[in-house]
Nanobody
Framework: QVQLVESGGGLVQAGGSLRLSCAASGRTFINRALGWFRRAPGKEREFVGAISGSGGFTYYADSVKGRFTISRDNAKSTVYLQMNSLEPEDTAVYYC??????????????????WGQGTQVTVSS
């Protein structure tokens, strides 16, 4: 069982930065890839990026590549999403998710079996 709690969302101007955190409970944290997804108003939940269990491999959506960075601190059971050069199009509820055992970082929502409640990010123009 893994529980995930996101924090760090808020209101920021275009061009600004935010860092989201996702704190996990459960002893299996270190063995799971973790992903970030987002859902903008009126749109489907979409993949943002993911990181392997060791933190050595990351994978990003083209829309955020070069602007967002995922990292994790397994000692703190926390994964981070550093968001730079934010754009109004990045406005969404951001979710972290824990992948099933043995799954590599992936953009497939059905490969994740634990989800956080989400945190709102709003980017003003």
């Amino acid at each position: 069982q893994v529980q995930l709690v996101e924090s760090g969302g808020g209101l920021v101007q275009a061009g600004g930065s935010l860092r989201l955190s996702c704190a996990a409970s459960g002893r299996t944290f270190i063995n799971r890839a973790l992903g970030w997804f987002r859902r903008a108003p009126g749109k489907e939940r979409e993949f943002v990026g993911a990181i392997s269990g060791s933190g050595g491999f990351t994978y990003y959506a083209d829309s955020v590549k070069g602007r967002f960075t995922i990292s994790r601190d397994n000692a703190k059971s926390t994964v981070y999403l550093q968001m730079n050069s934010l754009e109004p199009e990045d406005t969404a509820v951001y979710y972290c998710a824990a992948a099933k055992f043995g799954v590599r970082p992936t953009n497939r929502k059905d490969e994740y079996d634990y989800w956080g409640q989400g945190t709102q990010v709003t980017v003003s123009s």
